[in-house]
């Protein structure tokens, strides 16, 4: 039975930064040959990054993905790496983009796989299947491919796949199974969302079982915007056992040694396989050999619910504050468990001594909340600041008739004020900490506390808010560690504090009602009756429907924050602004 050794590079890459992204691949491919590893295989886009939305128009962003391609393969070779078979993931076209007039059947961007060797591109395969549902737009940007890869080496037919064509049946992967494939390569970038590695392993056994092979799967890392991935790139034999698996969010290389089917010599050479056409070619000959100690990779153990979150919520931030170039944040901390979480989580991210926390109290915020704000402080270590904030309230009261709900929502545009200016004068982004039951409901103030630049908990319920601070806390414990969140912080009844003695619950539910409402609504879609019948009040679920349908336009202005369920509001959930449809009203 032949033997290969293969890696799998479980990196992060970042949009539009094709050197940067190359010298990746170079550096892994390196640490791969250096474990030994003949076959190298890295996420889906990689060297343009992942999703890059409309640059995909752009022949100029086409041009120089093209371009690091072709200069990454001569690149590996003068490293002395040109015996390593190298996959990677690019953006390709073969025609223009999908623009009316000027489209031609059948050609245009491709998301696009490459196997590298010797120096040059040995050949390439266009994604298949093309995600277009939840937060993918594939339909919009790219031309599906219809030919299937077979590369034949070390005496194994290798089929070459992307991201979704593994999701969907009877595609590339019944084609390979046709083909008599010994192994099936397929780069992804798949974004996190709760549970999805408990999707993923059931999966890639299906897969593995209808291609008849062998399937190894890699998956990139880190954050893009409001996509998080997660990795989870693992190593399935065709009868489902699973040989290898990658820890979630961390950068990883997985190496293994894997015994698969001798090729058979008289398989044709192309052949239509039904849903694709297959073309076969073969490397062996120049393949490096393989290496004589053997690679024990293991099975990265699984970790909770909200480990997995948390770790989740600081990949995103951590990435969208590197990659854009900031180096610091700022946030109010007003004592309670919103600010707490998103202050731990930013210390989490970036370390305590980058976190600017300012505690802005007006004349109706009460002691503990400044007491529990300087509390967090004391405990992370960030660097803490008061900025009164009733003077320059006072000031436009002085000069403006405001009463009720303007003078409330003035408190919090004050707050937002001084953010922006500490942000502007002293360069750290906003994090603003509405959680996804505020967003849902519109219950923030526009311009006001929904100011800032991110927001890592803007797919949290309230309800998991509370159970994210608990386990931070219940880990850092267990670990001999502070524990960063204040217990009042996390006991005490939420306030907006914006008048006196004020309390969430003054103008909500409970949140554990209000929230099995919004994740029915949200989540899952289901309609107003649809809802009672799961034994809601009919009368509050009138009332939370029109909340969470009038507040559309906040939502639309809010700033963005990583996805973490199956329905995070923004791309996951598109709805009009301007919008006469009542639940239950026809
Ligand atoms: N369809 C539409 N398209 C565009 N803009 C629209 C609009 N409808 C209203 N607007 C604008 O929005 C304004 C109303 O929104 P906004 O000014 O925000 O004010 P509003 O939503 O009326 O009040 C804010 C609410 O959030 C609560 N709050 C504030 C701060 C923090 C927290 C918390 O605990 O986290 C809670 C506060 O107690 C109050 O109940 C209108 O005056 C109008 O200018
Ligand atoms: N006194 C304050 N000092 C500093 N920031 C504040 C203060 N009050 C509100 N904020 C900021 O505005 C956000 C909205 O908080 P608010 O207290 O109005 O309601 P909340 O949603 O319950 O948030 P939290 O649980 O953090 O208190 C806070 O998370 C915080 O960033
Ligand atoms: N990039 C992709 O094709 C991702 C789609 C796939 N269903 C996933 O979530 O993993």
């Known amino acids: 039975m032949p033997q290969l050794r293969i890696a799998l590079a479980q990196v992060d890459s970042t949009v539009g930064d094709f050197p940067g992204n190359a010298a990746i691949v170079r550096d892994h491919t390196r640490k791969a040959a250096d474990a030994g590893a003949q076959l190298v295989a890295f996420p889906e886009m990689m060297l343009s990054g992942y999703p890059v939305e409309d640059l995909v128009f752009r022949e100029s962003f086409v041009a120089a993905s093209k371009n690091t391609l072709d200069r990454l393969a001569a690149d590996l070779a003068a490293d002395g790496l040109g015996e390593v078979a190298v996959v990677v993931g690019y953006l390709d076209a073969d025609g223009p983009a999908r623009l009316g007039a000027d489209a031609v059947p059948d050609r245009g961007p491709r998301d696009a796989l490459a196997l590298l060797h010797g120096g040059r591109v040995v050949t390439t395969y266009f994604k298949h299947h093309l995600p277009n549902y939840g937060v993918f737009d594939e339909d919009r940007y790219f031309v599906p491919g219809d030919t299937l890869r077979i590369v034949r080496m070390a005496g194994v037919d290798v089929a070459l796949t992307v991201c979704e064509d593994i999701w969907q049946p009877g595609g590339p992967f019944a084609v390979a199974g046709r083909a008599g494939v010994g192994l099936v390569v397929n780069i992804n970038a798949s974004p996190y969302e709760r549970n999805k590695d408990d999707v993923r392993l059931p999966l890639v056994q299906r897969r593995a079982a209808e291609a008849g092979a062998t399937v190894a799967y890699v998956n990139m890392i880190g954050g893009q915007d409001e996509l998080v991935f997660d990795g989870d790139s693992m190593v399935v034999a065709a009868d489902g056992t699973l040989l290898a698996r990658s820890p979630q969010f961390d950068e990883h290389l997985l190496v293994i040694d894997l015994d698969l089917p001798e090729a058979d010599p008289a398989a044709a050479d192309s ?186 908990i803007k797919d949290v319920w309230k309800t998991l808010v509370w159970r994210l601070a608990e386990w931070r806390n219940a880990d850092a414990a267990r670990r001999g560690e502070t524990p960063p969140i204040p217990e009042n912080s996390i006991t005490k009844p939420p306030s907006a504090e914006l008048r006196p003695g004020q309390l969430d ?81 026809v």
């Not at 109290?361 to 660097?383: F, Q």
């Not at 408190?411 to 603003?432: C, F, K, Y």
């Open 505 to 585: 619950t003054d103008s909500l539910p409970d949140y554990a009602v209000l929230d099995a409402i919004l994740v029915g609504y949200i989540d899952r879609d289901l309609g107003r009756d649809e809802l009672i019948a799961a034994g809601h009040d009919p009368a509050l679920v009138d009332r939370v429907l029109r909340m969470v349908d009038l507040a559309e336009y906040k939502r639309r202005q809010a700033a963005p924050g990583p996805k973490i369920s199956i329905k995070a509001f923004g791309r996951d959930r598109r709805l009009p602004i301007t919008n006469r449809f009542r639940e239950g009203a």
């Open 271 to 456: 052949f239509d396989g039904g849903e694709m056409r297959v073309e076969r070619l073969r490397l062996d000959g120049d393949l490096r050999a393989p290496s004589t100690e053997s690679a024990a990779p293991g099975v990265a153990e699984r970790v909770g619910d909200e480990a997995e979150v948390w770790r989740a919520l600081v990949l995103g931030l951590r990435d969208y504050v590197r990659k854009n170039g900031f180096r610091s944040v700022v946030l109010g901390l007003s004592g309670g468990i919103d600010s707490s979480v998103v202050a731990a989580i930013a210390c989490d991210a970036i370390g305590a001594e980058n976190v600017v926390g300012v505690s802005l109290p007006s004349g109706h915020s009460s002691e503990h909340s400044r007491d529990d704000a300087a509390e967090l402080a004391k405990r992370t270590g960030l660097d803490y600041r008061i900025e009164p904030i009733q003077p320059m309230v006072d000031a436009f009261l002085s000069n403006m008739s405001l009463s009720g709900v303007a003078v409330e929502n003035l408190q919090a545009r004050v707050r937002g004020i001084i953010l922006m200016a500490l942000s502007n004068q002293e360069g750290h982004l906003v994090l603003t900490t509405g959680n996804k039951s505020e967003l849902a409901v519109g219950y923030s103030t526009l311009y006001g506390d929904s100011v800032g630049g991110f927001n890592p």
